[in-house]
């Protein structure tokens, strides 16, 4: 008998043991299995019973019209019999909240893909959870665990504090210490200022001691003078600054003038009614805030009263002789400027940076020549210093001379005659200014009294007088010698001092020719002059 037939020889059994269904249920199914079984299960079969129509998920008894590949070995016939779930290979859809996680989903109910959790989101820790979307839950996972006497995520501390007080900005020296308190930094013990730890706390104190956050007597208008701090250090006291200094020969704040050093105008430059002053000398009021026109002429001074003809009276003219009507007395002695004789500077400042000039020597026999920086030791000099009537410094230098000195000094290529270099002499080096020449620095009122003056330089020469030394190279005695101009002088009258800056490295000084031992020749050439020369009085 085939299968088929055995097959419908079992349904006419059990329908004669059921007896009759007047109405079909999904439970009594007798035909063909609709749904094809690719393993020999229907999944989705869960409940039991037998169907007798369309197939639903029950006892099927009917007709396999297909081999189960999984079940059936290649050759056998289709078989008759209960199908058993086939574990989802007839799944549809997947159904969130049931559970189980299906394909598609990463989680449902408890169950969560393998191998997530909330270190692989990026948390330190936590239990990680699904929502009623099938989706991840992070609420519970955490950034930090506050306890676990480690710093993590947005803690400010774990167990002890990691900042003090003055970390966080509170007054330095002040007593109380910084808490951790659930894992934030408690500052409550903290002192937010401290009257009289010399310190400014900002946003509490205005000043503290000698601590007055960056004021001064001049940031808040005055000229100069000194602030003090209230006791409590929550006010500014100001009441020792001053607008002014009159008689420092320096205009500053409200004034107008101070002393005659300072003035640019003269008594033609006023008037009386709409007359305007002919001659006489202008001044400056005590207190700096006016000019001083008593001394000035609506009248033409006679000749006979007037020898110099500045048109300032012979009995009030600072210098008679010389016309100045100016009358300008940088030194305060009395004596116009131009009456004054040049004030001479000729004593070496010894003070461990200045008075020491250097050049650059080079011997150059074959190829590069090999520069080599040398110093010059000022060992005496002069200079003179004079004012005009128009305020203007002219300094001159008299005469400077260098100590005499041995140099060696390396030759390019000579090692190739076994000659490493050659030994010169420089002696009668000296510095003197051109005749007629001289620096002159304009407009140095100001300049005068602060000591610090700038102008541009007339030339002026420096000689050298060189030759062989040491029977290394034989040369007559050769002079050197250079012009330079400078426009870098500082002048201090008060200070009795007087400083010359030299930057010239390129001026040529000399070039000396030597024959060593016979055998070549080579030129040593001396170049540039730098340093400062700093004269005293």
Known sequence: MNRTTKLLAIATLLLAACGDDPVETPSDDVGTDAVSDTGGADAGDTTTGRDLGIDTPQIDIGVDTTTDPAIDPPGDTPEVGPDVPDSGRDAGPAVCGNGVRETGEICDGEQILAGIDCVAQGFIGGELGCDSACALDTSACYMSLCGDDIVSGDEECDGAASDTCVDLGFAPGGDGEVTCNECVQDTSACQVSICGNAHVEAGHEVCDGEEFAGQSCRTRGFFDGDLSCSTGCDAIDDSACVESVCGNRT???????????????????????????????????????????????????????????????????????????????????????????????????????????????????????????????????????????????????????FADSTESVPVAGGELFGITGVTIAISEATMVQAEGTSIVAADTADGYATGEMSGAAGSFGLVFHAAGADDTGTSAPVDGTATFTHTSVEVSAFDDRVTISFNDPTAVIGTFPYSVLGLIEVEVTITGLTGDLVLGR
């Open 251 to 401: 205009i500053e704040g409200p004034e107008v003038c101070d002393g005659a050093g300072s003035i640019a105008l003269s008594c033609t430059d006023f008037d009386v009614d709409g007359t305007p002053f002919v001659g006489g000398t202008l001044g400056c009021m005590s207190d700096c805030t006016a000019f001083d026109i008593t001394g000035c002429t609506l009248d033409p001074v006679a000749s006979e009263d007037d020898a110099d003809g500045d048109s300032v009276p012979d009995s009030s003219d600072n210098c008679p002789d010389d016309a100045n009507p100016n009358q300008l007395d940088f030194d305060g002695d009395g004596v116009g400027n131009v009456c004054d004789g040049p004030v001479r500077y000729d004593v070496v400042v010894d003070d461990g940076e200045s008075n020491t000039l250097y050049t650059v020597t080079a011997g150059d026999a074959i190829g590069t020549p090999v520069e080599y920086e040398l110093p010059r030791v000022v060992e005496s000099g002069q200079v003179d210093l004079s004012f005009d009537d128009e305020g203007a410094a002219t300094l001159t230098i008299v005469g400077v001379a």
